[in-house]
């Protein structure tokens, strides 16, 4: 068959002519082109037709120097940084009417370089229309934004008198450490609950968090119902009065005090309330604290979630906490029962024969106890636990429960693993907190950090505890400084790491959501 003759249609010993597609000439230059309605080709018909008439080149945005902020009209001042999504979001918000207007659809935006210091914004987009008899045409369009420098509302008040606050929330927990706050402060970075605050003050036993306005205090207030058990007292002073315009204005206290039960704290539950729990206890160890506590029996894996308005009631304190915690080395385990799920968390009995570290070697005192680390301890593991051998304690429920019941010697809390180096491949975001030089006592400042690095171990070690917390990669990280662990040591996953932070300001409407991720999404190179 020579080339470019027909071929036969199969099985029909027909000859099927080849299709071969059609041109015309452009009305316009003569040149070959594919038909279309306009019968125009594509440089000719660009030449005649502007989809981007009417749509503007030039706008405005204003900006807040102070908290990095931009002006989202009328009121709302949202948070971004350069070229970040959320700015593309301000911007293309700027010029979505007159796209509806004149019905041209926006298929593509991308930011183009401009110097940091010209105070100018510039964006490439890529529209798209239908012109002339159902043709489509799409065309570049550059867009320059001036920046204008003015202070937010909340900046403006600081900037004029610091003192100048509508409310504030004094955060309060009654306890030796500040583990709850370093948890509840990432807790506020991830939310971005805190970014409203005209400041945030250290005080003894707590944080202050300062507002321009009520509703934003109470909006933290209810955050922390959420998350904490808490306790909520609210009051308010008279300022100012204007008789003629009947206007009060009023200083807001909200005072918030969490519950002074934390996680790993050992409790001796009163007989009342081991009743009204079930028979729970007496000894019971706090194993998750959200708005809830969640009290174990670690002799009997029984669970109780204890809201905070049933634990008023009993209004029991801690009778040892994680500061007294005892190393013990296991030197024998038997498994009494199968691993159980309660919670999400793993547990299983078992009998352990342990020893205190500081008496290894120096004498014979070894201790028999049932414990719920079963699936994780082993022969020559270290563990964390409670010594109520050896222990003072001031507890009246605990006097009482040694005199009714045949109380463990030890209570093992958890599995104590090799000490890792200060250096790690990830990091945490902070408040920025003022503190009171002043007021500081003597080996404060060794205290805190000494509590911010058990934090951090403890963020290491427990994937639970990290569940709701953003970690973030260190670029400063350098493998070759840190020393080797052991392999069962537990680390963060690479995949739980990201790369930076981005505080969220006012949240919109759920319709400007979809829309800013579907230009997000269309946004080309």
């Not at 583990?179 to 944080?207: C, D, M, N, W």
């Not at 519950?259 to 079930?278: F, H, N, T, V």
Request: aromatic residues 6%; hydrophobic residues 40%; glycine residues 6%.
């Amino acid at each position: 068959m020579m080339p470019g003759s027909a071929a036969p249609a199969g099985g029909a010993g027909m000859f099927v002519p080849a299709a071969t597609a059609g041109t015309v000439l452009c009305c316009m230059c003569g040149v070959a082109m594919q038909p279309n309605p306009a019968n125009m080709c594509a440089r000719c018909l660009r030449a005649r037709v502007d989809i981007t008439e009417g749509v503007p080149r030039h706008a405005a945005v204003v900006y807040c120097p102070d908290c990095s902020s931009y002006l989202q009209p009328p009121r709302s001042w949202l948070r971004a940084t350069p070229e970040s999504p959320e700015l593309m979001q301000i911007l293309l918000r700027r010029i979505n009417r007159p796209l509806a207007r004149l019905r041209v659809s926006l298929s593509g935006a991308e930011f183009v370089f401009s110097e940091p210091h010209s105070k100018r914004l510039r964006l490439k987009l890529r529209l798209r229309r239908e012109v002339l008899h159902g043709i489509v045409l799409e065309q570049t369009h550059p867009v320059e934004f001036v920046v204008h420098d003015r202070l937010c509302d909340s900046c403006s008040r600081a900037q004029a008198n610091p003192d100048q606050w509508v409310a504030v929330v004094q955060l309060r927990q009654h306890v030796p450490h500040r583990r709850t706050f370093l948890y509840l402060e990432q807790l506020l970075l991830k939310h971005g609950q805190a970014s409203l605050a005209i400041r945030v003050a250290a005080a003894p036993g707590g944080l202050d968090f300062f507002f321009g306005s009520r509703s934003h205090a109470a909006r933290l207030v209810d955050f922390l119902a959420t998350v904490a058990p808490v306790q909520t007292q609210t009051a308010k002073q008279l300022v100012s009065h204007d008789t003629k315009s009947s206007v009060y204005n009023y200083k807001y206290t909200f005072s918030v005090e969490i519950c002074p039960i934390c996680r790993e704290d050992l409790i001796a539950l009163s007989p009342q309330a081991s009743r009204d729990m079930g028979g729970l206890g007496p000894l019971v160890l706090c194993v998750k604290v959200t708005n809830a506590i969640a009290l174990l029996d670690p002799l009997t894996l029984r669970v109780h979630h204890l809201e905070e308005k049933k634990y008023r009631v009993y209004n029991f304190k801690a009778a040892l906490t994680s500061k007294q915690l005892v190393e013990y080395i296991v030197l024998d385990i038997e498994q009494e029962s199968p691993e159980i799920s309660i919670d999400g968390s793993r547990y299983q009995l078992a009998y352990a024969q342990v020893a205190r570290m500081s008496d290894f070697g120096k004498n014979d005192n070894i201790f028999t106890v049932r414990t719920h680390l079963g699936h994780l301890l082993n022969p020559g593991d270290h563990a964390l636990g409670y010594d109520l051998y050896g222990a003072n304690l001031n507890d009246d429920d605990m006097d009482t429960a040694m005199t009714r019941y045949s109380l463990p010697e030890v209570v093992l809390v958890k599995k104590s693993y090799e000490k890792r180096p200060r250096t790690r491949r990830w990091k945490l975001k902070r408040l920025p907190i003022e503190e009171d030089a002043g007021n500081k006592a003597k080996g404060e400042e060794e205290k805190r950090l000494d509590e911010y690095e058990a934090f951090l171990k403890d963020l290491d070690q427990d994937a639970d505890l990290r569940f709701n917390i953003n970690l973030y990669k260190d670029e400063d990280y350098r493998s070759e400084m840190a020393s080797t662990v052991g392999d069962d040591v537990p680390t963060v996953p690479l995949e739980e790491l990201i790369e930076d932070l981005t505080l969220g300001g006012d949240e919109e409407d759920e319709e400007d959501e979809a829309a800013a991720g579907n230009t997000q999404s269309g946004m080309v190179e």
